[in-house]
């Protein structure tokens, strides 16, 4: 059975920075599939906010995040991270990988706040 587990999500101060991790161990075709990253505040939809290639060669971003964020991969590893530069109140919400469509993780809380 797949699984996506998602770590890193904490409590920060506007400006900080934070790293999110998302490991797939057993998913013997991790290497196969986009993978994204999501998030989403409570009440309101879910926004896919960084995408990366199988191979890792091309990756996009939301409006809301480019620049501050960025996605990497590690195939050997099959882990996923997301690094948050310049976090800001906004940026509040839960996060998920998602080796899209298919799979999905648990997400986790990244909170930005004085």
């Known amino acids: 059975q797949v699984q996506l587990v998602e770590s890193g999500g904490g409590l920060v101060q506007p400006g900080e920075s934070l790293t999110l991790s998302c490991a797939a161990p057993?998913?013997?075709?991790?290497?196969?599939?986009?993978i994204k990253w999501h998030r989403q505040v409570p009440g309101g939809g879910r926004e896919e906010i960084a995408s990366?290639?199988?191979?890792?060669?091309?990756?996009g971003y939301a409006d809301s995040v480019k620049g501050r964020f960025t996605i990497i991969r590690d195939n050997d590893a099959r882990t996923l991270t997301l690094r948050m530069n310049n976090l800001k109140p906004d940026d509040t919400a839960v996060y998920y990988c998602?080796?899209?469509?298919?799979?999905w993780g648990q997400g986790t809380q990244v909170t930005v706040a004085q």
């Open positions: 998602n080796a899209w469509p298919r799979y």
């Open positions: 057993g998913f013997d075709k991790f290497y196969a599939y986009i």
């Open positions: 990366i290639t199988p191979t890792g060669d091309k990756w």
